[in-house]
């Protein structure tokens, strides 16, 4: 069965732009979360959405947002884009609540110009 | 607040040792750890998922244990492989969030 799936894989933005990045889940997981990679900073949570709705969020600011539609496929979009948003962003699909393994895409690698 | 830690940082070791990496974690109320594993540029994949009920799992030439009370994993790779060199981060589910350590980055020789 298909993985995880991001799209687009790798983009440029200028400052001040805004991005959407979209997640389809493995079929049948209705968990997704989302995290950013940085060198600096590693793997930093961003939130997580179970059936349409938010679970968690991470410390972020509100630039940061996030859906899931009813198909479990996730947006997440980044506005007023800052050369500090440059990062891989990551999403991860599981089938149970906090005990399902995760399964991540490849990441769409952002770089902010 | 739960902390996730990976030491060593990196590690480089000749083709066909057998290896230890390790991750410590500082709450020991936990759902599971999971390790994954991270080549450059690419996204994480799935080692192994051991969940708190468990001691150990294994898979191929990885094995991992779990020791909640002292708060640590070890994954166990037998006779390396230079296809083995990539980044590995453990994460644990303590709750509602996964907390990742920073990894150990893996460089086996020929």
């Known amino acids: 069965k298909a993985g995880v799936t991001q799209t687009p894989r790798y983009l440029i933005k200028t400052r001040g732009q805004q991005v959407t990045l979209s997640c389809s889940p493995i079929?049948?997981?209705?968990?997704v979360s989302w995290y950013q990679q940085t060198p600096g900073q590693g793997l930093q949570f961003l939130f997580e959405?179970?059936?349409?709705?938010?679970?968690n969020k991470g410390n972020f600011p509100g630039r940061f947002s996030g859906r899931q539609f009813s198909n479990s496929r996730s947006e997440m979009n980044v506005s007023t884009l800052e050369l500090g948003d440059s990062a891989l962003y990551l999403c991860?699909?599981?089938?149970?609540?906090?005990?399902?393994?995760?399964?991540f895409g490849e990441g769409s690698r952002l770089t902010v110009l | 607040k739960q902390e996730v830690t990976q030491i060593p940082a990196a590690l480089s070791v000749p083709e066909g040792e057998n290896l230890v990496l390790n991750c410590s974690f500082t709450?020991?109320?936990?759902?599971?750890l999971q390790w994954f594993r991270q080549d450059p540029g690419k996204g994480l994949t799935s080692l192994l998922l051991?969940?708190?009920?468990?001691r150990e799992q294994t898979s191929g030439r990885l094995n991992a244990s779990l020791d909640k009370s002292s708060g640590r994993s070890t994954l166990y790779i037998a006779a390396s492989q230079p296809g083995d060199s990539a980044t590995y981060l453990c994460?644990?589910?303590?709750?509602?969030?996964?907390?990742f350590g920073s990894g150990t980055r893996l460089l086996v020789r020929p």
């Open positions: 051991i969940q708190s009920s468990q």
């Open positions: 994460a644990v589910r303590g709750g509602e969030k996964l907390i």
């Open positions: 709450d020991s109320a936990i759902y599971n």
């Open positions: 959405y179970f059936s349409e709705t938010q679970r």
């Open positions: 991860a699909s599981w089938d149970r609540d906090y005990t399902g393994e995760l399964f």
């Open positions: 079929s049948g997981h209705r968990s």
